[in-house]
Nanobody, 124 residues
Framework: QVQLVESGGGSAQAGGSLRLSCAAS????????MAWFRQTPGKEREFVAS????????YYAASLKGRFTISRDNAKNTVYLQMNSLKPEDTAIYYC?????????????????WGQGTQVTVSS
């Protein structure tokens, strides 16, 4: 089992940047595919980005590619989400997730472990 704790959320102006971090503890971090999802009130949780266990393969929601970057440091048991050129529609709670499922990429159901979420608010 793995425990996930997100940090780095907060408020930003449109066009600004934020970097989210997700620290993992428990079982070997490199054994998990990692992902970021986000959710706004009344909507389903939405895929943002994911990373393979070794960080070589990364996947993005088509609408976010080019602005958001996922990376991981297996030595530090941490995955990051760099968010640039933020827009008000990026406002959401952002969740870190971990998966032992082979080939896990963008489905909520593929991820067994979740953090508590961190709020990101972007103002215009």
């Amino acid at each position: 089992q793995v425990q996930l704790v997100e940090s780095g959320g907060g408020s930003a102006q449109a066009g600004g940047s934020l970097r989210l971090s997700c620290a993992a503890s428990g079982r070997t971090f490199s054994g998990y595919a990692m992902a970021w999802f986000r959710q706004t009130p009344g909507k389903e949780r939405e895929f943002v980005a994911s990373s393979s266990r070794d960080g070589i393969n990364t996947y993005y929601a088509a609408s976010l590619k080019g602005r958001f970057t996922i990376s991981r440091d297996n030595a530090k048991n941490t995955v990051y989400l760099q968010m640039n050129s933020l827009k008000p529609e990026d406002t959401a709670i952002y969740y870190c997730a971990a998966s032992t499922v082979f080939g896990a990429r963008f489905r909520v159901s593929e991820y067994e472990y979740w953090g508590q979420g961190t709020q990101v608010t972007v103002s215009s």
